[in-house]
């Protein structure tokens, strides 16, 4: 389902679980309060609760609210960084770190003057085999051949483990879904999270395209760019060996 984007999967997944339980696992990731990396605001986001909806939603909480709010439309508001935080926590096996601009201060002779060490925020109380399974489905939403809606961030070298993503910007009516959207402003957002490589992950990214339409399409295809600049100019993240053994749909 989530190689897929199988938004009904998801529908179904969040309507039984209920608005306030996803909300519950929203804020262990860090969503729904700031970061901690104090620029520009840090705003904390909102994760929707039947208590939110009932203060703030015409009609209060309805059951249907679930739905949107497990494929994180709605009034599900993130930041590119509180999802680097997300998927970093995914990645790192469920620590929740707070995020950091600079690891390190040096003087001209390249001395180190300060230095910034990482500020463990919490531990995620879920199982390591769930962690493991959404991990796989992350790879899979890359890399599956028949499935993979992010196959564009794929390199041919090393596994990438990531999700598309998009921002509804307006609302769709019935029958005009087709309809071509002509003003910049009217186009969805676009994201692409990731980590690298998927057995052992070094790095994490984070696209958001401001009303750059479609993630697999627009946000994929830069990530991957990202990626394999990391991998070939800063640290050689893949290893050779898996170049002979990485297939998929390109």
């Known amino acids: 389902a989530?190689?897929?984007?199988?938004?009904v999967y998801f529908y179904k997944l969040g309507e039984a679980m209920g608005i306030d339980t996803l909300?519950?696992?929203?804020?262990?990731?860090?969503?729904?309060?700031?970061s901690g990396l104090g620029i520009n605001g840090d705003a904390a986001g909102i994760v929707p609760t039947k208590a939110y909806h009932d203060e703030n939603t015409r009609g209060g909480f309805q059951h249907g609210l679930a739905l949107s709010t497990a494929i994180?439309?709605?009034?599900?508001?993130?930041?590119?960084?509180?999802?680097?935080?997300?998927?970093?926590?995914?990645?790192?096996?469920g620590k929740v770190f707070k995020p950091r601009v600079i690891r390190r201060i040096e003087d001209a002779d390249q001395r180190v003057v300060s230095r910034f060490e990482p500020t463990l925020r919490s531990v995620l109380d879920v199982k390591p085999?769930?962690?493991?399974?959404?991990?796989?489905?992350?790879?899979r939403a890359v890399n599956d051949e028949e499935l993979a809606t992010g196959h564009l961030a794929g390199v041919d070298y090393g596994l990438i483990a990531g999700k598309t993503g998009t921002a509804q910007v307006r609302k769709i009516v019935r029958g005009h879904m087709r309809q071509k959207v002509k003003r910049f402003r009217d186009r969805d957002h676009a994201w692409f999270a990731a980590f690298a490589p998927y057995e052992a992950p070094k790095v994490v990214v984070v696209v958001f395209l401001e009303h750059g339409g479609s993630g697999g399409k627009e946000a994929a295809p830069v990530a991957r760019r990202i990626i394999e600049a990391y991998h070939q100019q800063i640290e050689p993240i893949f290893s050779t060996s898996a170049?002979?053994?990485?297939?998929?749909k390109r």
């Open 2 to 7: 989530m190689a897929a984007s199988a938004d």
């Open 72 to 93: 994180g439309q709605g009034d599900v508001r993130t930041s590119p960084v509180q999802m680097a935080t997300v998927y970093a926590a995914l990645a790192n096996g």
């Open 129 to 139: 085999e769930h962690l493991a399974a959404v991990g796989k489905a992350l790879e």
């Open 243 to 248: 170049a002979n053994t990485v297939r998929r």
């Open 23 to 34: 909300a519950v696992y929203a804020r262990k990731f860090g969503l729904g309060q700031p």
